[in-house]
T-cell receptor
Framework: GAVVSQHPSRVICKSGTSVKIECRSLDFQATTMFWYRQFPKQSLMLMATSNEGSKATYEQGVEKDKFLINHASLTLSTLTVTSAHPEDSSFYIC????????????FGPGTRLTVL | RKEVEQDPGPFNVPEGATVAFNCTYSNSASQSFFWYRQDCRKEPKLLMSVYSSGNEDGRFTAQLNRASQYISLLIRDSKLSDSATYLCVVYKAAGNKLTFGGGTRVLVKP
C-alpha cells in the first residue's frame, strides 16, 4: 500500500507556542489529505479536510484560526497548532486519499503533541 | 446518537478461541465499510473492507447487513497478536470522508 509519513513523531512544547506538523505522501500524489485528532481512549475525530491548492474544510467545532492547514503541493500538507495550550495535547494523525475502487485512506504514523 | 457505535469492550479472549463483535451505523446513505485495527499509540491500519456478500481474509470474517445497518467482525483461532482495538469505519461519498466508531478493544490471553 501507499506510504504516508509524518514529522515530527513526538513534540513537547510550552504553552503559547506554535507547532507545525508535516504530512507527506511518499509514493503517490494526494489531492486530498485529512487531519484527525485522537484523545486517550477515544476514537479518531476528523478535524479538517485538506485539498491541494484550496482552503481546507474544517469540521464543526474546530477553530480554523487555531489549526492552520496548508496543502501547498500534491505530496505535502501541514497542520500548525497556533498558541498551543495543554488541552491541545493529543495524538494528531493525517491520512491521504489514494483513489481506488474502495476509497482507501492511508494513515501516517501520527504525531504526539504534549503542551506543558 | 453517534453515527457509528461500537461496544468498547474489552473482550477478553482465550488464545485459540473465536470472538465476534458488531458495529451499528445510523446513516443509511453510508456507502462503504471497513474494519481498521489500531495498536496502542499507533496509527490505524486497514484490516479489511466489508462487502454485502460477506468476505473472509484468513481468520477474519466480515459481514454487512444493510437492512439492519450493522457490520460484524469475527476472528477465529485468536492469536496473542490479535490484541488490539478494532475500529469500525464508514464512508459516505457526500462529504468524502470516513467516520470512525469508538473502537472495540480485544485482549487475547494465553
Amino acid at each position: 500500500g501507499a506510504v504516508v509519513s509524518q514529522h515530527p513523531s513526538r513534540v513537547i512544547c510550552k504553552s503559547g507556542t506554535s507547532v507545525k506538523i508535516e504530512c507527506r505522501s511518499l509514493d503517490f500524489q494526494a489531492t486530498t489529505m485529512f487531519w484527525y485528532r485522537q484523545f486517550p481512549k477515544q476514537s479518531l475525530m476528523l478535524m479538517a479536510t485538506s485539498n491541494e491548492g484550496s482552503k481546507a474544510t474544517y469540521e464543526q467545532g474546530v477553530e480554523k484560526d487555531k489549526f492552520l492547514i496548508n496543502h501547498a503541493s500534491l505530496t505535502l500538507s501541514t497542520l500548525t497548532v497556533t498558541s498551543a495550550h495543554p488541552e491541545d495535547s493529543s495524538f494528531y494523525i493525517c491520512s491521504a486519499w489514494e483513489r481506488g475502487f474502495y476509497n482507501e485512506q492511508f494513515f501516517g504514523p501520527g504525531t504526539r503533541l504534549t503542551v506543558l | 446518537r453517534k453515527e457509528v457505535e461500537q461496544d468498547p469492550g474489552p473482550f477478553n479472549v482465550p488464545e485459540g478461541a473465536t470472538v465476534a463483535f458488531n458495529c451499528t451505523y445510523s446513516n443509511s446513505a453510508s456507502q462503504s465499510f471497513f474494519w481498521y485495527r489500531q495498536d496502542c499509540r499507533k496509527e490505524p491500519k486497514l484490516l479489511m473492507s466489508v462487502y454485502s456478500s460477506g468476505n473472509e481474509d484468513g481468520r477474519f470474517t466480515a459481514q454487512l447487513n444493510r437492512a439492519s445497518q450493522y457490520i460484524s467482525l469475527l476472528i477465529r483461532d485468536s492469536k496473542l497478536s490479535d490484541s488490539a482495538t478494532y475500529l469500525c469505519v464508514v464512508y459516505k461519498a457526500a462529504g468524502n470522508k470516513l467516520t470512525f466508531g469508538g473502537g472495540t478493544r480485544v485482549l487475547v490471553k494465553p
